[in-house]
């Protein structure tokens, strides 16, 4: 019978973080960096609708197996979640280097999306359950920053090698780096303790209560703002504000690297202040000023007002999504963290997924200012939702 750890050092908690961190950021490499292929693949006679269809295929697995994983945390352990998921990209994404037949391809392409799914909940009971309250926030906020940064790895890395070695030498990127997050968890990553499962502590927090789902319902609503400027931001600064492609990317990494460390930012904060849906409402709020503001100055052609706006609209935009997911991972409790979170990242990548077609077409039919103001408009929406203040526990 496995023996339960019930305490660990201070140095051991933080490198459990490290390694939900690059786990999760494995993960995003696979699930954001496989579509920087696509001028490989297309450069190779592919039809860009084939191409695109291929690289889709890690975020179809991705959407459909995040509940079902956070099914598994609550029944088996993060632990293991955390060796078999990255273990099942790593084999998937090896096998897909080494076939040509596109449809072989797309299914070991999805089948590694479905392994890329298991870290998204993974870690949230790991960081409630040996973080303290006053460090859950900014641990939280530091395990946010794997998706910006596995997005960052995956536009340096996929399309640089796949010029230089091929396709198939740059899906090895991210099977690479799954293959070593399954080792780190494996050796690194210890379950925390649970109470004992009593007939209240197993009780479906969704029953009776609508506290989680609203935090759902404002964080799908937060995600179309943010998901607006990352998707869209640099086509706006090279097509209506001028720039050169070069420099607008430049600026978009810059509000990348920003981000990141806004969401650090805000879980701290929301750890000095002991609540984390008090902080969720304020940033809520600034995301509404911040987007109306971007879509006023851009209207106006008033770049000098425009880019700073931008550029605190891509920070602001970020900054609730540790903030929510500490929120459910504390609300749902040691024995439904991993569904809650689980329902937390489907609702929020389903809503991701709808912003570049509906807001392209918004955009091609009306501008940026009336996509950017439409963003405002579901971000006030959010804003009443934020249940009411719960002091963290």
Same mark, same amino acid.
């Given at each position: 019978?496995?023996?339960?750890?019930?305490?660990?050092?201070?140095?051991?908690?933080?490198?459990?973080?490290?390694?939900?961190?690059?786990?999760?950021?494995?993960?995003?490499?696979?699930?954001?960096?496989?579509?920087?292929?696509?001028?490989?693949?297309?450069?190779?006679?592919?039809?860009?609708?084939?191409?695109?269809?291929?690289?889709?295929?890690?975020?179809?697995?991705?959407?459909?197996?995040?509940?079902?994983?956070?099914?598994?945390?609550?029944?088996?352990?993060?632990?293991?979640?955390?060796?078999?998921?990255?273990?099942?990209?790593?084999?998937?994404?090896?096998?897909?280097?080494?076939?040509?037949?596109?449809?072989?391809?797309?299914?070991?392409?999805?089948?590694?999306?479905?392994?890329?799914?298991?870290?998204?909940?993974?870690?949230?009971?790991?960081?409630?359950?040996?973080?303290?309250?006053?460090?859950?926030?900014?641990?939280?906020?530091? $395990?946010?920053? *794997?998706?910006?940064?596995?997005?960052?790895?995956? +536009? &340096? %890395?996929?399309? /640089?090698? !796949?010029? @230089?070695?091929?396709?198939?030498?740059?899906?090895?990127?991210?099977?690479?780096?799954?293959?070593?997050?399954?080792?780190?968890?494996?050796?690194?990553?210890?379950?925390?303790?649970?109470?004992?499962?009593?007939?209240?502590?197993?009780?479906?927090?969704?029953?009776?209560?609508?506290?989680?789902?609203?935090?759902?319902?404002?964080?799908?609503?937060?995600?179309?703002?943010?998901?607006?400027?990352?998707?869209?931001?640099?086509?706006?600064?090279?097509?209506?504000?001028?720039?050169?492609?070069?420099?607008?990317?430049?600026?978009?990494?810059?509000?990348?690297?920003?981000?990141?460390?806004?969401?650090?930012?805000?879980?701290?904060?929301?750890?000095?202040?002991?609540?984390?849906?008090?902080?969720? $409402?304020?940033? *809520?709020?600034?995301?509404?000023?911040?987007?109306? +503001? &971007? %879509?006023?100055? /851009?209207? !106006?052609? @008033?770049?000098?007002?425009?880019?700073?706006?931008?550029?605190?609209?891509?920070?602001?935009?970020?900054?609730?999504?540790?903030?929510?997911?500490?929120?459910?991972?504390?609300?749902?409790?040691?024995?439904?963290?991993?569904?809650?979170?689980?329902?937390?990242?489907?609702?929020?990548?389903?809503?991701?997924?709808?912003?570049?077609?509906?807001?392209?077409?918004?955009?091609?039919?009306?501008?940026?200012?009336?996509?950017?103001?439409?963003?405002?408009?579901?971000?006030?929406?959010?804003?009443?939702?934020?249940?009411?203040?719960?002091?963290?526990?």
């Amino acid at each position: 019978m496995a023996t339960t750890v019930t305490q660990i050092h201070e140095v051991r908690r933080w490198s459990m973080l490290g390694l939900g961190v690059f786990a999760q950021a494995s993960s995003a490499v696979f699930i954001h960096g496989v579509p920087f292929l696509l001028p490989a693949l297309t450069a190779d006679g592919m039809p860009l609708a084939t191409a695109g269809l291929l690289v889709a295929m890690p975020t179809v697995g991705l959407v459909c197996t995040l509940i079902a994983w956070g099914y598994v945390v609550d029944r088996i352990g993060e632990q293991k979640v955390l060796v078999g998921g990255p273990l099942l990209m790593f084999v998937a994404g090896a096998a897909a280097a080494t076939v040509s037949n596109h449809l072989a391809l797309g299914a070991l392409l999805f089948f590694g999306g479905v392994g890329a799914a298991s870290t998204n909940g993974a870690s949230g009971r790991v960081i409630v359950g040996w973080f303290p309250p006053h460090r859950r926030g900014l641990a939280m906020g530091i $395990r946010q920053t *794997a998706q910006p940064l596995g997005v960052g790895v995956g +536009a &340096l %890395a996929i399309p /640089a090698v !796949a010029a @230089a070695h091929g396709v198939s030498a740059a899906i090895l990127v991210p099977a690479v780096m799954a293959g070593a997050a399954a080792l780190g968890c494996l050796v690194g990553i210890v379950d925390p303790p649970r109470p004992a499962g009593t007939a209240a502590d197993r009780t479906n927090p969704y029953r009776g209560d609508s506290t989680l789902w609203r935090i759902h319902a404002v964080s799908v609503l937060l995600c179309v703002p943010q998901g607006t400027v990352w998707t869209f931001a640099l086509l706006w600064l090279h097509r209506d504000v001028g720039w050169s492609l070069p420099v607008a990317g430049a600026l978009v990494t810059f509000t990348q690297i920003l981000g990141a460390l806004g969401r650090i930012g805000a879980g701290a904060w929301s750890d000095r202040v002991g609540s984390r849906l008090g902080p969720l $409402r304020t940033v *809520a709020i600034a995301a509404v000023i911040a987007m109306a +503001a &971007l %879509a006023l100055a /851009a209207w !106006a052609h @008033a770049w000098w007002a425009a880019i700073p706006l931008l550029i605190a609209a891509s920070v602001i935009t970020v900054s609730d999504n540790g903030l929510a997911f500490t929120a459910v991972a504390e609300i749902a409790g040691p024995y439904w963290s991993g569904r809650g979170l689980g329902i937390q990242n489907t609702g929020q990548n389903l809503a991701i997924a709808t912003i570049p077609p509906v807001f392209g077409a918004l955009i091609t039919a009306s501008g940026f200012p009336a996509a950017y103001l439409l963003a405002a408009g579901l971000a006030m929406a959010a804003v009443p939702l934020v249940p009411a203040d719960r002091r963290s526990k």
